[in-house]
């Protein structure tokens, strides 16, 4: 990526990367208004209200929406 340098394997998950750098974020988060570039971002993010948690740190027993 130009803009940070991060490294991808594929063009097309570069030109999805290069639109977080945009200001168009289009997806808002209904539960908090945090907005993303793409829809999968926010689906991704919206697993964090979620109230399981299936993902335990195996040091502190802490749980995680993902993994």
Same mark, same amino acid.
């Given at each position: 990526?130009? /803009? $940070? ?7 097309? %998950? %570069?030109?999805? =990367?290069?639109?977080? =750098?945009? /200001? ?17 971002? *926010? *689906?991704? =993010?919206?697993?964090?209200? *979620?109230? !399981?948690?299936?993902?335990? $740190?195996? !040091? ?8």
């Amino acid at each position: 990526c130009p /803009a $940070c340098g991060k490294a991808f394997a594929d063009s097309s %998950l %570069l030109a999805k =990367h290069q639109r977080t =750098h945009r /200001a168009e974020k289009t997806f808002a988060c209904p539960d908090c208004g945090k907005s993303f570039s793409t829809s999968s971002y *926010l *689906l991704r =993010h919206r697993r964090t209200h *979620l109230p !399981e948690k299936p993902y335990r $740190c195996g !040091e502190c027993g802490r749980g995680y929406s993902q993994f």
